[in-house]
C-alpha cells in the first residue's frame, strides 16, 4: 500500500512563501516519481511539479522560478517551497506519488487528501 499525508498549508499573503511537505508509508512498491497537483473549483487537477527517482524535475510555466521541489530519498517525502505566491496560487495542493510493486513495471497515481492554500491578495 501507498499512502500519502500532506502538511504545511494555510493563509498568508501575496508575496509571502509557504512550504508543504509529504510524507508516503510504503510497503512493497518502488516510488518512481512524486510531485505535487492543485485543484481550484470546477477545474481539473492540475500539475505544479514533480521529481523522478534520478531527480529531474517538472514544472508548471505558472510556477517556474517561485517554487521548488525537493525529495528526500531516504525519508521518502517531498516537500514544495513556494516563494512570491500569488492570489492565483490559490486552491488545494495534492501530495502526488507514482509508484510500482517490487518485480513489476506497471505503475499506479497514488493521492494526499489535499491541503488547502489560500493567498490572500
Known amino acids: 500500500q501507498v499512502q500519502l499525508v500532506e502538511s504545511g498549508g494555510g493563509l498568508v499573503e501575496a508575496g509571502g512563501s509557504l512550504r508543504l511537505s509529504c510524507v508516503a508509508s510504503i510497503s512493497g512498491f518502488i516510488i518512481d516519481a512524486m510531485g505535487w497537483y492543485r485543484q481550484t473549483p470546477g477545474n481539473q487537477r492540475e500539475l505544479v511539479a514533480t521529481?523522478?527517482?534520478?531527480?529531474?524535475?517538472t514544472y508548471a510555466e505558472s510556477v517556474e522560478g517561485r517554487f521548488f521541489i525537493s525529495r528526500d530519498y531516504a525519508k521518502k517525502t517531498v516537500n514544495l517551497q513556494m516563494h512570491s505566491l500569488k492570489p492565483e496560487d490559490t486552491a488545494v495542493y495534492y501530495c502526488n506519488a507514482e509508484a510500482r510493486r517490487y518485480g513489476r513495471s506497471a505503475r499506479n497515481g497514488y493521492w494526499g487528501q489535499g491541503t488547502q492554500v489560500t493567498v490572500a491578495s
Open positions: 521529481m523522478t527517482s534520478d531527480g529531474s524535475t
